[in-house]
C-alpha cells in the first residue's frame, strides 16, 4: 500500500521540462570537455617502462663505479708511502697559500648586496606566479572599504585548487548536519556584513545558502542572481564562533575539502 | 556502442528519457524546487559535457542518479525566501494520504530518502541502488529497513510497510 500511494504521489508531481531547452542552450554555449588522446596514455606507459628499464640496467653499472679497489695485501706499505707524500705536498701547498698576501684586498671595495624587496604573501608557488592586481572581484564591505583580498569569480577561476597545500582538511560530506533558522540567520548576517549584499560591478545580488554544519563548520554556496535565475560563485566553511572563513570544493567521492593555511578573514 | 554513439539527438533522447526520474529524485532529495531545478541542470550539463564512454542505459541511469545524488548533497533549503517556496506549499495531492505519505519521505534523513525512493518510485532492486549509489548492499539493506522503520513510527497504521 506504502509503495501504490507514494508512486501515485510522485506520478502526481508535474516536473519543469522547460529546464530541458535551457540545459541545452547552456550546453551549447560552454566549451565541450575533450578527453587527451590515447596516445598521450600509452606514451606515458612506454616512458614510465623505459625509464623503469634504463634504470635496472644502470644500477649494476653505477654500483660497480662506486666500489674501492681491494688492494693486494702486498702493495699495501706502497700505497700507504704513496699517500703519505700526497698528505706533505698538501700540506706544503697549503702553506704557500697562507703566506700569499692578496695583493687585491686593499682595493676591495665593499660592495652591498642588492637585495630585491620580495613580498612573500604566500608559500604557494602556483600563487606567487598569478599576478596580483585586478584579480578576480573586489571585495568591499558595507562601508565601503576595500577588504583587501579578492576571490575568483565561478568554480572554474578558484583561487583554491587544492595544489601544493600543505594543511589541507578534508571531511565526508554524509556527516553533514542540519543547522537550526537561528543559525542560518545569523551565518546570513554574518556573510553580508563581511562580502556586501550584491557584486559592486554586475550589481547583481548575493544569496547566501547555509546548507548546513560539518565538522563544527557552516557549510555555505555562495551565489549571485542573474536576472531570473541564481549561479554559483563558489562555496563557503564558516567556523561557529566565525572567526574562520575558508573557500572550500566538494571532490567526487563525497568529501569537503578546504586549506586552512588560507582564512580569508585574516588575509 | 561504437565511438560516436553520442551524438547530439542521442543526448537528447536520454536527458528527455530520464529527466523527469532525476527531477523528481532531486524533488525528494533537496525538498525544493528551485534547488531541484539547480541540481537537475547540473546534472545533465555534466552528462552533455562528458566524454564517458556508456556501456548500456542502465550504465546511463546509474551514472545519472549518483551524479544527482553528489550535486543534491550540495544543495538544501536555503533562507532566501523571496526566491524559494517550500515544497509543502508547492505540491498539493489530490488525497490526504498522498501528502502524508510523500512528506512523511521527506522528513527522513537525506541518505536514507534516496534508497526509500529509488526503491519504492523507481523500482530498482537492493543490488541496482547500491550498484548506482556506490555502496555496498548490505549498506543499502541496513538504509531502507531503518528509513522503513522511522516511516512506520511516523506514519499511523504503517501504511502497510513491512
Not at chain 2, 44 to 63: N, P, T
Not at chain 2, 123 to 145: H, Y
Request: some cysteine; overall charge negative; proline content about 3%.
Amino acid at each position: 500500500m506504502f509503495k501504490r500511494i507514494y508512486k501515485s504521489a510522485n506520478d502526481d508531481i508535474k516536473t519543469n521540462r522547460e529546464l530541458i531547452d535551457k540545459i541545452f542552450e547552456t550546453a551549447e554555449k560552454a566549451p565541450a570537455a575533450t578527453r587527451r588522446p590515447q596516445i598521450f596514455k600509452y606514451g606515458t606507459a612506454v616512458a614510465a617502462v623505459f625509464v623503469f628499464a634504463a634504470a635496472a640496467f644502470m644500477y649494476p653499472q653505477l654500483a660497480k663505479l662506486n666500489e674501492q679497489p681491494q688492494l693486494p695485501v702486498e702493495n699495501t706499505e706502497e700505497q700507504g708511502k704513496i699517500e703519505e707524500k700526497a698528505l706533505q705536498e698538501d700540506v706544503l701547498q697549503k702553506t704557500e697559500e697562507e703566506t700569499v698576501i692578496p695583493e687585491t684586498k686593499t682595493e676591495q671595495q665593499e660592495v652591498t648586496p642588492i637585495i630585491p624587496k620580495v613580498e612573500v604573501q604566500s608559500e604557494d608557488p602556483t600563487e606567487l606566479a598569478q599576478p596580483k592586481e585586478n584579480e578576480g572581484i573586489a571585495i568591499v564591505s558595507e562601508s565601503g572599504d576595500a577588504q583587501g583580498f579578492s576571490i575568483s569569480e565561478g568554480p572554474s577561476g578558484r583561487m583554491f585548487d587544492g595544489s601544493g597545500a600543505a594543511e589541507m582538511k578534508t571531511v565526508a560530506l554524509e556527516l553533514l548536519t542540519e543547522v537550526s533558522e537561528e543559525e542560518k540567520a545569523m551565518v546570513e548576517v554574518f556573510l553580508k556584513s563581511t562580502f556586501g549584499e550584491r557584486d559592486e560591478q554586475t550589481e547583481n545580488a548575493y544569496i547566501f545558502e547555509i546548507v548546513g554544519k560539518l565538522d563544527g563548520m557552516f557549510l555555505c554556496r555562495w551565489k549571485h542572481w542573474v536576472i531570473d535565475h541564481s549561479s554559483l560563485l563558489t562555496e563557503l566553511v564558516i567556523s561557529e564562533d566565525l572567526t574562520e572563513l575558508y573557500e572550500c570544493i566538494y571532490t567526487e567521492d563525497g568529501f569537503v575539502q578546504w586549506n586552512t593555511s588560507n582564512n580569508m578573514l585574516e588575509n | 556502442m561504437s565511438e560516436n554513439t553520442f551524438e547530439r539527438h542521442d543526448k537528447r533522447e536520454i536527458v528527455e528519457k530520464y529527466f523527469d526520474m532525476i527531477y523528481k529524485l532531486a524533488l525528494s532529495q533537496t525538498k525544493n524546487r528551485d534547488s531541484a531545478d539547480d541540481a537537475v541542470q547540473e546534472v545533465f550539463l555534466r552528462f552533455l559535457k562528458s566524454d564517458k564512454k556508456f556501456e548500456s542505459d542502465e550504465h546511463i541511469k546509474a551514472w545519472l542518479i549518483r551524479v544527482a545524488v553528489n550535486c543534491c548533497h550540495n544543495v538544501f533549503s536555503n533562507s532566501w525566501a523571496q526566491k524559494t517556496t517550500p515544497l509543502t506549499e508547492d505540491i498539493i495531492f489530490d488525497t490526504e494520504e498522498k501528502g502524508d505519505v510523500y512528506y512523511a519521505v521527506l522528513e527522513l534523513p537525506q541518505k536514507y530518502r534516496a534508497v526509500i525512493h529509488l526503491f519504492y518510485y523507481e523500482d530498482m532492486s537492493i543490488e541496482e541502488i547500491a550498484r548506482a549509489l556506490g555502496q555496498n548492499a548490505s549498506t543499502v539493506k541496513s538504509q531502507l529497513s531503518r528509513g522503513r522503520k522511522m516511516l512506520r513510527n511516523m506514519l499511523e497504521g504503517g501504511y502497510g510497510l513491512v
